[in-house]
């Protein structure tokens, strides 16, 4: 327990010391955000501001990571998986800022990196870290055995919610707030199930988060970008996989799946009816456009991720007893 604290202290100070002087090294390298032009008005005086903090929280969960765990197999698995699905998004965001627009690198490209990585690190896991193919079902008391699809299942999940974190990151805040609420659900799920690298790991993360908070919380002097978003997204989905909790996930992330969802739900309906669901998607841009105020629509979802969290940690304790 004392290493676990230890780690997410550690990694929320190193975040809050790094900050001022990292975010003065982007500015200087004209490191910016380019706005889309699709987005809410509002949303263009966030032109310029420094992004790519991801690699701060990188840099910050990793110190901790490497000074207070053991570095079991299943941590490294998840750690792999965060810092690679960072360094796909640290190319997507250098493509952006060397072409001075919102769009880097295209889906396909995307996709088949994030591919080549899931493939990689799910061999590793299943091989080495005791990861079977079955998948449990809270409360039921069963397992769903996947078999050889089972890699289908893990791309899925962690590309998913990989993908539905970036939809998430699109006001102050929003995404570094809701992630490190899951995070802390992970961190006594891992605790609990006497897993203590894992627990050191996600708390690391979810540190790292909150000390980003510092920066990143309304008006926001630095976004995660891609690189940022992409990575706590496969760092959710990698506790989930060595932890048998695929299926919790969808829970304890639940504000991750309604973004994602809601930006299904408008393409689908737009596609064959020719109408919008939302004002706009992702759902967060719909509260924007009802005139919910940045910070309402954040701490809102706050709150709404704290319950999700909560009510997966809860079921998961009750499966446990």
């Not at 676990?4 to 990292?22: H, N, Q, W, Y």
Request: glycine share 10%; proline share 3%.
């Amino acid at each position: 327990m004392t290493r676990i604290l230890a780690a997410g202290l550690l990694a929320m100070v190193l975040a809050v010391v790094a900050g001022p002087r990292f975010i003065e090294w982007l500015r200087s390298r004209g490191i910016g955000q380019n706005i889309r032009e699709v987005g809410p008005e509002r949303h263009s005086e966030k032109q310029g501001t420094p992004t790519m903090g991801g690699l701060l929280i990188l840099v910050a969960a990793t110190i901790p990571y490497l000074v207070f765990a053991n570095k079991t197999v299943p941590s490294l698995v998840v750690f792999v998986l965060t810092v690679g699905s960072g360094a796909i998004g640290l190319m997507d965001d250098l493509a952006k800022v060397s072409r001075k627009r919102s769009l880097g690198l295209n889906g396909r490209t995307k996709m088949l990196l994030q591919l080549v990585l899931v493939l990689l690190v799910g061999w590793v896991a299943i091989r080495f870290a005791g990861v079977d193919s079955d998948v449990d079902v809270p409360l039921l008391g069963v397992s769903i055995p996947f078999g050889g699809v089972y890699f289908l299942v893990v791309f899925l999940v962690i590309s998913g919610f990989s993908n539905a974190v970036n939809l998430t990151d699109g006001l102050d805040g929003l995404a570094a707030g809701t992630v490190a609420t899951c995070l802390l659900a992970y961190t006594g799920i891992t605790f609990l199930r006497h897993e203590p690298d894992l627990a050191i790991l996600s708390a690391s993360i979810m540190g790292a988060c909150v000390g980003f908070l510092w920066y990143n919380s309304f008006p926001a002097e630095v976004f995660m970008g891609d690189t940022g978003s992409l990575a706590l997204g496969a760092a959710l989905a990698g506790l989930a996989v060595v932890t048998g909790t695929e299926l919790l996930l969808v829970i304890i992330g639940g504000i991750f799946v309604v973004e994602a969802l809601s930006v299904i739900i408008q393409v689908v309906s737009f596609r064959t009816f020719g109408r919008r669901v939302f004002l706009m998607a992702p759902i967060h841009h719909h509260f924007e456009l009802r005139n919910w105020s940045e910070t309402k629509i954040i701490v809102r979802f706050w709150i709404v991720t704290a319950i999700f969290a909560a009510a997966g940690f809860t079921i998961f304790y009750v499966d446990l007893r």
